[in-house]
């Protein structure tokens, strides 16, 4: 028997990630059920306006957002940064992957959060860590693959390397950020009764291992995924209906939440009015001010 709630519900993540290892991360744990407040520039994360397209919808931007709600404000800004801390106070972890230094430039650093909020779990995103000789260099999925040394073992003998034509380092980041996150909300005692979780290595039945090569929609057709519910369908405002990543994870008595992309903006009333207590005259200054914007203030749309 299912509650129709994830084992985080009741927790409260702010998403500042971009492109995606971090809005990845995130996205994990809004599918085990954590509202997820994604904090995107004015006009959208770059993201949004990276092909491939899907009936004017960005299939990137939809893979590692959906589910989550959209909060459009200006950081740079006094008044941005003010909603920003006092979010920080009733959340229960931060996610960030700018280069190391930056969040600390922008005034959220780990040592003002913790005195903000006490209890909060800040999860750093970056190519070489927080700390290091590499460490404020910037990195990108093909840069980690060649440094790795996994591009020298992809392709055949002789030939040169090869970058994997999937971003396994993005990947494989986002999901140790989340198993850190959880283990962090683990610590403090929040997890609950324990739950089984069923995890799956495919079997031809025959000992033999073998598996057709598809292509990339001949595997999108597979009927495993989707009736595993790793693939899913879900509604979208730009192309109707779209496939996204589903449940993963498994658990025995929660079902994965997932849900739809929001527009830019979708939620600001939601989360400053509802959640932070501003009032409509204070919300319309922000927008007046350019502080915050949602679609209806952009002549155009992704795609």
Known sequence: MTDGKGPLHGIRVIDLGRHQAGPRCAQVLARLGAEVIKIERLGGEETRYHGPWVRKQSAYWVQYNSGKKSLSMDLRTEEGKTALRK??????????????????????????LKTLNPRIIMVNVSA??????????????????????????????????????????????????????????????ISG?????????????????????????????????????????????????????????????????????????????EVLGDLLGYSEEEIATLYANDVIGNSDHYDTLPG
């Not at 460490?135 to 020298?152: E, F, H, K, V, W």
């Open 87 to 112: 979010l920080i106070k009733i959340s229960d972890v931060l996610v960030q992957n700018f280069r190391p230094g930056t969040i600390d430039e922008m005034g959220f650093g780990y040592d003002v």
């Open 193 to 269: 009764e324990g739950q089984s979780i069923d995890v799956c290595l495919a079997d031809s039945g025959y000992d033999v291992v073998a598996a057709p090569v598809n292509t990339i929609p001949q595997a999108a057709q597979d009927s495993h995924p989707w009736e595993r519910r790793a693939m899913v369908e879900v509604p979208d405002f730009l192309a109707g209906t779209i496939a996204v990543s589903g449940d993963f994870w498994h658990f025995s008595r929660t079902p994965a939440i997932v849900g739809s992309t929001p527009k830019v903006g979708e939620h600001n009333e």
């Open 128 to 189: 070489y860590g927080q700390f290091g000789p590499y460490r404020d260099q910037i990195g990108y999925d093909p840069i980690g693959q060649t440094m790795s040394g996994i591009a020298m073992v992809t392709g055949e003998e002789g030939m040169p390397p090869i970058r994997a034509g999937v971003p396994i380092i993005d990947r494989t980041t986002a999901l140790h950020s989340a198993i850190g996150t959880l283990a962090a909300l683990y610590e403090r005692n």
